[in-house]
């Protein structure tokens, strides 16, 4: 047990710079399709945080000149509503990102967004279209997870992940930071006596090592008690040898 949990721990303390990474499937689908397919294989429709983002995305799609292009994870269910990022719920839009004279809701129910990436000024902007025409899915796949930030949320770039450290935490992963050992609810009671032990506080670190030092120290005292268990057997089995080689065989009287 003891071994387990400092396994779980010092996963949690190592280092992974890896970030997203985007997909595509050759395959044409309707917006709702294309969004089953991504969470199948992948994580979601890309999610666009800013214009870098934007850019390295369309590099990394394959060239086409004409529709159709591909989905993205940008949505919206009514005219008046706020277009929405899938999954995060952001609204990020850039200065940059719509297409000359989009949104236009040409078909008056064009909420669903796809990326151009044809040749042209027009190359990574956006274009507002029904839902129901078929494009290519457009998938990213997270790699921040529950295990990635000790304590603190996992922030997910191009290649790269970043912890948003709770406070009082810091380190990359988070990792250092102080533990509560104790009870958090102590009362003061009519005696003037606190209703439990004071509670203390130790970095993670050092709780870390104490628990290693526990672990050491357990598995110390079962090996020697197990060599201890060993020599005493063998001595017993050594004394019955001893015993049985001296003991004359017994003469029968007839």
């Not at 970030?19 to 991504?38: E, I, K, L, V």
């Not at 297409?99 to 274009?127: D, L, M, Q």
Request: charged letters at 20%; proline letters at 4%; one cysteine or more.
């Amino acid at each position: 047990m003891t071994w387990s949990i400092l396994f779980i721990l010092g996963s949690l303390l190592t280092d992974s710079a890896l970030g997203w990474t985007y997909h595509y499937s050759n395959n044409t689908m309707n917006w709702t399709q294309a969004r089953q397919y991504c969470t199948t294989y992948y994580t979601d429709l890309v999610v666009i945080q800013n214009q870098r983002e934007n850019d390295y995305l369309v590099s990394t799609l394959p060239e086409k000149n004409k529709s159709p292009y591909y989905w993205i994870g940008i949505t919206k269910k009514t005219r008046t509503e706020t277009w929405t990022w899938v999954g995060n719920n952001s609204t990020w839009i850039g200065n940059q990102s719509w297409a000359e004279n989009e949104p236009n809701n040409n078909h008056s129910t064009e909420f669903c967004v796809e990326i151009y990436v044809n040749k042209g000024r027009n190359r990574g902007k956006w274009n507002d279209e029904k839902c129901s025409f078929s494009k290519h899915p457009a998938c990213y796949k997270a790699q921040c997870n529950e295990t990635s930030c000790v304590r603190g949320k996992c922030q997910e770039t191009i290649e790269n992940t970043t912890c948003l450290c709770d406070p009082g935490s810091t380190g990359d992963r988070c990792e250092t930071g102080f533990l509560l050992i104790g009870s958090s609810a102590l009362t003061c009671a009519a005696t003037g006596d606190w209703s439990g032990p004071r509670p203390t506080c130790t970095s993670y670190k050092q709780a870390l090592m104490a628990l290693a030092g526990c672990g050491a120290f357990s598995t110390l005292c079962c090996i020697c008690l197990c060599w201890a268990k060993h020599r005493k057997r063998n001595k017993l089995a050594q004394v019955r040898q001893s015993e049985e080689a001296i003991t004359p065989p017994s003469e029968v009287q007839g």
